[in-house]
């Protein structure tokens, strides 16, 4: 079956500090994969995807690359600010079962302090 | 606006009532989900809609019942609930044609059972 391993939370970071959330993947077919973020009191949105092997996928000032070889979508930013808090989700879509449907990673809690 | 509505945002009920949390989405899609998002715990997909045909049911009690009457519809029925039902629920849709897709997701229903 399809499964998604991201890096346990929380990370602590300072405002300016460089972020990398690992996320590495299983799946059966050929996913596309997505980073998902949670802001407090919303619901998920989507951060940015990557739809097939090496694409990067990147969106304010976050990017991840599909690396096939390594079955790894980390999710990195140069400088993080206090707004970036929030919880983030690795997650896969797999044309092998519902299209649509995704697995989700557990969720990693980012706090940046001032 | 992530053109995925929720309400109502907030519900407090007693094990005994019966209330319905409703979604909406206005994105033209065909694929509706309901998800269960508790502290410290995963995220839980409960049911999946294709098409208003519920595909799937992950071992969720009957104490919750799902009805979709069309695609732009989700609801979600509750009935003698749990203290450990206190939860966030999160309703998302999809384009259930596509691996590509990403889901959109409401703010939620913060649900507390007293």
């Known amino acids: 079956g399809n499964s998604v391993t991201q890096m346990e939370g929380p990370v602590t970071l300072s405002e300016e500090a460089f972020l990398t959330i690992n996320c590495t993947y299983t799946?059966?077919?050929?996913?596309?994969l997505f980073w998902y973020v949670q802001y407090p009191g919303e619901g998920l949105q989507l951060l940015l995807k990557?739809?097939?092997?090496?694409d990067k996928g990147s969106n304010k000032g976050f990017e991840a690359t599909y690396r096939k070889e390594t079955t790894s979508f980390h999710l990195e930013k140069g400088s993080v600010q206090v707004s970036d808090s929030a919880v983030y989700f690795c997650?896969?879509?797999?044309?092998?079962?519902?299209?649509?449907?995704?697995?989700f990673g557990d969720g990693t809690t980012l706090t940046v302090k001032p | 606006e992530t053109g995925v509505t929720q309400t109502p945002r907030h519900l407090v009920m007693g094990m005994t009532n019966k209330k319905s949390l409703k979604c909406e989405q206005h994105?033209?899609?065909?694929?509706m989900y309901w998800y269960k998002q508790s502290a410290k715990k995963p995220l839980e997909l409960m049911f999946v809609?294709?098409?208003?045909?519920?595909?799937e049911n992950n071992s969720v009690p009957s104490r919750f019942s799902p009805e979709c009457p069309n695609s732009s519809h989700l609801f979600l029925h509750l009935h003698t609930l749990q203290p450990e039902d206190s939860a966030l629920y999160l309703c998302?849709?999809?384009?259930?044609?596509?691996?590509?897709?990403?889901?959109?997701f409401g703010p939620g229903t913060r649900l507390t059972v007293t």
């Open positions: 809609y294709n098409f208003k045909e519920q595909t």
């Open positions: 994105l033209g899609h065909n694929a």
């Open positions: 990557a739809t097939k092997a090496d």
């Open positions: 799946a059966t077919g050929y996913p596309s």
């Open positions: 998302a849709s999809s384009q259930a044609s596509s691996r590509d897709y990403e889901q959109y």
């Open positions: 997650a896969l879509s797999d044309s092998n079962t519902n299209a649509g449907k995704s697995t």
